[in-house]
C-alpha cells in the first residue's frame, strides 16, 4: 500500500520561499499521479497542484499559478513543491495524495480520485 509523508513546512515572511517534499513507500510512484491540495482554518481543501505519473502534465490553482512548481522524481519516490512569493493567504495545511488517474484540467476541483494520502505539513507565512 502507498504511504506518502510530506516534508517542508514551516513559517516564512509573505515573499518567501519553501519546498515542500512527498515522500512514497510502500508502491512504486511511478504509476500514480499526484496533487497538493490545502487546508486553511475554517475552510475547505482545495486542490493546489497536480501532476501526473511521467511528470509531462500538471495543471495549477489559478491563485498560485506563475509562483508554484510542481515537480517529481520517479527514481527516488519523490514530488516537490516549489513555492515562490508566497502570501499570507497561502498559510494552511499541505498534504500530497496520490491515484491511479489520470491527470485533467478539472483534476483539481476533488481531492476524490486520490485514494493515499499522507499527514500535511503546515505551511504559515506571516511577518
Known amino acids: 500500500q502507498l504511504q506518502l509523508v510530506e516534508s517542508g513546512g514551516g513559517l516564512v515572511r509573505p515573499g518567501g520561499s519553501l519546498r515542500l517534499s512527498c515522500a512514497a513507500s510502500?508502491?512504486?510512484?511511478?504509476?500514480?499521479?499526484v496533487a497538493w491540495f490545502r487546508q486553511a482554518p475554517g475552510k475547505e481543501r482545495e486542490g493546489v497542484s497536480c501532476?501526473?505519473?511521467?511528470?509531462?502534465?500538471?495543471y495549477y490553482a489559478d491563485s498560485v499559478k506563475g509562483r508554484f512548481t510542481i515537480s517529481r522524481d520517479n527514481a527516488k519516490g519523490m514530488v516537490y513543491l516549489q513555492m515562490n512569493n508566497l502570501k499570507p493567504e497561502d498559510t494552511g495545511i499541505y498534504y500530497c495524495?496520490?491515484?491511479?488517474?489520470?491527470?485533467?484540467?478539472?483534476?483539481?476541483?476533488?481531492?476524490?480520485?486520490?485514494?493515499?494520502w499522507g499527514q500535511g505539513t503546515q505551511v504559515t507565512v506571516s511577518s
Open positions: 501532476i501526473n505519473s511521467s511528470g509531462a502534465i500538471d
Open positions: 495524495g496520490a491515484g491511479l488517474v489520470a491527470v485533467l484540467p478539472d483534476t483539481l476541483s476533488s481531492d476524490a480520485p486520490f485514494g493515499s
Open positions: 510502500g508502491a512504486i510512484l511511478d504509476y500514480y499521479a
